[in-house]
T-cell receptor, first 114, second 110 residues
Framework: DSGVTQTPKHLITATGQRVTLRCSPR?????VYWYQQSLDQGLQFLIQ???????AKGNILERFSAQQFPDLHSELNLSSLELGDSALYFC?????????????FGQGTRLTVV | KNEVEQSPQNLTAQEGEFITINCSYS?????LHWLQQHPGGGIVSLFM?????KKHGRLIATINIQEKHSSLHITASHPRDSAVYIC????????????WGAGTKLIIKP
């Protein structure tokens, strides 16, 4: 158990809909990263938050947004969903705000858009 | 350009064999991570290192800063080691992002 909790584990929804994925970081970790992994693809960095503020942005679509709340949990909002958004979405947490500390990953949310 | 290359892409070996997976990167880094992704999708952090060598059980990770190269070794491999192994690098100028290698898919046959 990494200590990072992602909910839900599985999500099936229709095109055009909006969903929210949730991530609770490990206790004491201030930073949350979101990644997308499409079928047979590598991990694509989407966005990072550190202590409530956006720290870095990767290949995140405009239809996607995220935030980190005062209790440090984070939500990734995906809207106007398309078939191509079907993927495994991971969040990871670290103590610090950079890649110099160990990253702990949640089990992922498998999103299927039909 | 910040790049990470892993080799091999796929590796099939017999149980008990010594396994080596390689990761090369382009410019100076502040840290390098080795992660394991299980067939079910879960990701586990194996090592984070910025110099030298680390060992955990049958796993050994080494890094050579001058050669910009890291290796992950598995001794006495076992079918349960079958997974995708990913190298991720924090480049000094990457704005806190981890740049990911493409992964090495390892299959250990009994």
């Amino acid at each position: 158990d990494s200590g990072v909790t992602q909910t839900p584990k599985h999500l099936i929804t229709a095109t055009g809909q909006r969903v929210t994925l949730r991530c609770s970081p490990r206790s004491g970790d201030l930073s949350v990263y979101w990644y997308q992994q499409s079928l047979d693809q590598g991990l694509q960095f989407l966005i990072q938050y550190y202590n409530g503020e956006e720290r870095a942005k990767g290949n995140i679509l405009e239809r996607f947004s995220a935030q980190q709340f005062p209790d440090l949990h984070s939500e990734l909002n995906l809207s106007s969903l398309e078939l191509g958004d079907s993927a495994l979405y991971f969040c990871a947490s670290t103590v610090g705000g950079n890649g110099n500390t160990e990253a702990f990953f949640g089990q992922g949310t498998r999103l299927t858009v039909v | 350009k910040n790049e990470v290359e892993q080799s091999p892409q796929n590796l099939t070996a017999q149980e008990g064999e010594f396994i080596t997976i390689n990761c090369s990167y382009s410019v100076g880094i502040s840290a390098l991570h080795w992660l394991q992704q299980h067939p079910g999708g879960g990701i586990v952090s194996l090592f984070m290192l910025s110099s030298g060598k680390k060992k955990h059980g049958r796993l050994i990770a080494t890094i050579n800063i001058q050669e910009k190269h890291s290796s992950l070794h598995i001794t006495a491999s076992h079918p349960r080691d079958s997974a995708v192994y990913i190298c991720a690098v924090c480049f000094m100028d990457s704005n806190y992002q981890l740049i990911w290698g493409a992964g090495t898919k390892l299959i250990i046959k009994p």
